[in-house]
């Protein structure tokens, strides 16, 4: 297992699965490192450079569910289930990854 597979596994490791607000920044603090971890997999290689877009598109999405999980206006029983379903998507993000990347053999 190289550098960067450590790094994606401790990463997953850490996502919350409660609403809270410290779980919140937490979610959003993974999310920039797990950015920063996809821009380090794109420079590895050109195969990685042209694959690597669709996991960079899923960023979004999850920020946002995020997002309304912390709305004010929102039940606690809504921010649980937003909140669920953001990290599930970025844990399901990162298993995709952790198969695609195969400990950055591929060329």
Do not use: C, W
Not at 23 to 28: A, F, G, P, S, T
Not at 70 to 91: H, I
Not at 92 to 101: E, G, N, P, Q, S
């Amino acid at each position: 297992m190289n550098q960067t597979s450590t790094t994606l596994n401790a990463l997953y490791a850490r996502i919350p699965r409660r609403h809270t607000s410290d779980n919140v920044k937490e979610i959003y603090s993974i999310l920039d490192e797990y950015e920063e971890l996809l821009q380090s997999i794109e420079a590895e290689n050109s195969f990685y450079e042209q694959h690597i877009a669709e996991f960079f598109d899923a960023l979004e999405p999850i920020r946002n569910t995020i997002k309304k999980s912390n709305d004010n206006k929102a039940s606690k029983k809504t921010k649980d289930d937003l909140f669920d379903e953001g990290s599930g998507a970025l844990k399901d993000a990162m298993d995709a990854l952790t198969a695609f990347y195969d400990d950055g053999k591929r060329q």
